[in-house]
């Protein structure tokens, strides 16, 4: 719960300006917790603090390091970086390393979330032999119930694998199907992941055939820790370090901003 330090707080009320759902009022020029108001736990209005008067649950509520300053021609830079983003499916054998994929998914935590409700988590498979069996048990699912048969006749046909390229870690992002807005709040975070980690020199391709068997071959979710009841996957990534596949341009779009202004 958010609490106010009396004692530091001066009464701007820049933290009852920036609450979400008004959880913050004014009394006698100070503020106050209503009752009966959910707070979101956004820590905006701590954010807001001038005089780091607010905590919550007795610990800081924000990061306390001075607000960092973005370099300069940052937005151009941000917009070359989403620009020159690709979907990589050719890998070196080498896993992805452990803390750069650890920073990545605990920096995409600030990505926004409905109602701040934080759903997405996430499982990482960096054991060739796992890969190797999901791999098996999703291409024995696909020839027993001839659901997307281009997955099997790319792979044995072509030695084409359309659902994981030739990735050595795979990132799995689940969570709770009564959460406000799971899918576009994993939808969100792994955004955010992915372009954290191509900044990085982590190649990633969003896997969609692999969430969807993910979810539907009982025999693969066995290879995987347990899902918690009510829980499903929403989004997963193919991701190593980038083989033989260098883009030299930023390839056309040719669906670009479709607009009405109203
Ligand atoms: C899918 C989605 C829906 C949201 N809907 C609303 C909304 O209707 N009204 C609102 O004030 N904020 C909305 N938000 C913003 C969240 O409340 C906000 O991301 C969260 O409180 C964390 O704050 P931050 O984005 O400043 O980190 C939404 C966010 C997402 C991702
Ligand atoms: S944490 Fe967010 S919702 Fe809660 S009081 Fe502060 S600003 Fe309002
Ligand atoms: S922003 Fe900080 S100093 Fe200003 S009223 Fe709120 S708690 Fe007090």
Redo the contacts with the bound molecule.
Sequence with gaps: MIQINREKCVGCLKCMKVC?FTVLGAKAGRPYLKEGKVC?K?M?CAAACPKEAISFDGRDAVLLRDMPELPERFPEALEQHIQTRRSYRHFEDQPVDRNTLRNALEVAS?A?????QHPAKWIVIDSKDVIQDMMECILEYVKKTGNSPEIASEYENEGNNVVIGTAPTLILCYGRNNA??SP??VA?AMATAELILQARGVGTCWAGYLTRLCNAIPKLRELLPNLPENNSFYGAFMAGYPKEETYLRIPERLKRADIQWV
Aim: aromatic letters at 6%; a neutral charge; charged letters at 15%.
């Design positions: 979400p979101l956004c905006h600030w926004p979330s409905a109602k701040n406000i807005n576009q709040d969100i």
